[in-house]
């Protein structure tokens, strides 16, 4: 997860406590970086089957995910391992990420320990990842998958994106602790640089990110959270 708060300096790590050894909170924004349930299965449920994925991999030859708010890397790690499961011969997968504050190669390697489901896509990515991140980082982890992290504010680093998108990850902080990673402005250009028939998702059910969504131009369905939460959201740009 990321902000998009002009008061913090991008320059700047921002320091991390850590509840039960390897779950990171940021004490900037008052949350943890993901479900204290179980921050993967909630990746599982929202992100990969609110995106319609793995199925909609089957009949692409070069897919593009964006996200909103890198974190610890835990969306990517779960997407690659289902990537690996599925994918074809060929096939490509480009996962790009906007992030303010890129954590630590011990940061990453400390929270994403917690999954041994994920430990050969953690070992990989923390090989690769720079000791402390200064800019955009972008890896090639496999002959099939590439990973760029763009450093900076969420709003610049989109608009400056290509289009393209085929699908979006929505998982900044809770809307309540950070309004501009929900912000109307930063949802319209979600929306521009998506593909005809590109979706998102996010655990967000707050009633001003789906009138932020609609107002961009997505079909906004409600659905079942993950872990009891009632509701998230997900949608298509037909």
């Known amino acids: ?61 070069h897919f593009l995910i964006g996200e909103l708010g890198f974190g610890t890397g835990l969306n990517f790690a779960e997407t690659w391992r289902q990537w690996k499961l599925n994918r074809l011969d060929g096939q490509r997968l480009h996962f ?79 809307p309540s602790r950070n309004a501009d990673m929900w912000s109307a402005e930063l949802m319209r250009l979600v929306y521009e640089k998506s593909r005809i028939n590109g979706t998102f998702a996010t655990y967000a059910a707050a009633g001003f990110v789906r009138r932020n969504l609609i107002a961009a131009g997505f079909t906004v369905e409600r659905r079942s959270g993950f872990a009891g939460k009632r509701e998230m959201l997900c949608g298509i740009k037909s």
């Open 1 to 61: 997860m990321t902000d998009t708060d002009p008061e913090h300096s991008a320059g700047a790590h921002q320091p991390l406590e850590w509840c039960d050894g390897d779950m990171p909170y940021s004490p900037a924004f008052g949350d943890h970086f993901y479900c204290q349930t179980d921050g993967r299965l909630e990746c599982g449920h929202v992100f990969l089957a609110g995106n319609g994925l793995p199925q909609r991999w089957q009949d692409q030859s």
């Open 96 to 174: 790009m990420s906007f992030e303010l504050y890129p954590m630590r190669r011990g940061e990453i390697d400390r929270a994403l320990s917690h999954w041994g489901e994920i430990d050969a896509e953690r070992l990989a990515l923390t090989a690769a990842w720079p000791e402390t991140p200064t800019a955009t980082v972008s890896l090639r982890l496999d002959e099939q998958t590439s990973l760029s992290v763009v450093r900076g504010n969420a709003l610049e680093g989109v608009g400056v994106a290509q289009a393209g998108f085929d699908a979006w990850y929505l998982d900044g902080f809770a």
